[in-house]
T-cell receptor, first 113, second 109 residues
Framework: DSGVTQTPKHLITATGQRVTLRCSPR?????VYWYQQSLDQGLQFLIQ???????AKGNILERFSAQQFPDLHSELNLSSLELGDSALYFC????????????FGPGTRLTVL | DAKTTQPTSMDCAEGRAANLPCNHS???????VYWYRQIHSQGPQYIIH???NNETNEMASLIITEDRKSSTLILPHATLRDTAVYYC??????????FGAGTQVVVTP
């Protein structure tokens, strides 16, 4: 158990819909990262938040957005869902310092039908 | 961040040491080598990391060559539960890891 929690574990929805994935970082960690893992793309970095502020952006679509709240939990919002958005979404956290080790949550499996 | 090259797959007999190679020929002086593994769609699990000295923890050993252009992760006594995809990542700056395709390790009885 990494200490990072993600809900829900599974999500099944239809094209065009909007969903919200939630992540609670390890106790004491200030930084949260979101990654997407699809069958043909591997693990792709989406976005990073540090203490409520966006710090880095990766291959995140405009239909996707994220935020980190004052209690440091984070939400990833996916809208206008397409079949290709079906994937595992992982959250990771670290203390926010240079080269701190990232610990990953168990992931949310999103299926878009 | 420097790119890494790993074999696509490898098999290992249970109880034997598994030696996983990684090439990172473009690594620069301030870049660390990290290893993670992912067991069947679970979240990636941190194994070990190092800069230039060899490192050992309860899970594995990391051997980095003197020129730092390659490294080897050693699982000293592989078990069936070590079957996973192993990722070698070179990281220099804040935040994100760039995951490659990794090495699929299958431990057989």
């Amino acid at each position: 158990d990494s200490g990072v929690t993600q809900t829900p574990k599974h999500l099944i929805t239809a094209t065009g819909q909007r969903v919200t994935l939630r992540c609670s970082p390890r106790s004491g960690d200030l930084s949260v990262y979101w990654y997407q893992q699809s069958l043909d793309q591997g693990l792709q970095f989406l976005i990073q938040y540090y203490n409520g502020e966006e710090r880095a952006k990766g291959n995140i679509l405009e239909r996707f957005s994220a935020q980190q709240f004052p209690d440091l939990h984070s939400e990833l919002n996916l809208s206008s869902l397409e079949l290709g958005d079906s994937a595992l979404y992982f959250c990771a956290s670290d203390a926010g310092g240079l080269l701190d080790t990232q610990y990953f949550g168990p992931g949310t499996r999103l299926t878009v039908l | 961040d420097a790119k890494t090259t790993q074999p696509t797959s490898m098999d290992c007999a249970e109880g034997r040491a598994a030696n996983l190679p990684c090439n990172h020929s473009t690594i620069s002086g301030n870049e660390y080598v990290y290893w993670y593994r992912q067991i069947h769609s679970q979240g990636p699990q941190y194994i070990i990391h190092g800069l230039k000295n060899n490192e050992t923890n309860e899970m594995a050993s990391l051997i980095i060559t003197e020129d730092r252009k390659s490294s080897t992760l050693i699982l000293p006594h592989a078990t069936l539960r070590d079957t996973a995809v192993y990722y070698c990542i070179v990281r220099s700056s804040w935040g994100k890891f760039q995951f490659g395709a990794g090495t699929q390790v299958v431990v057989t009885p």
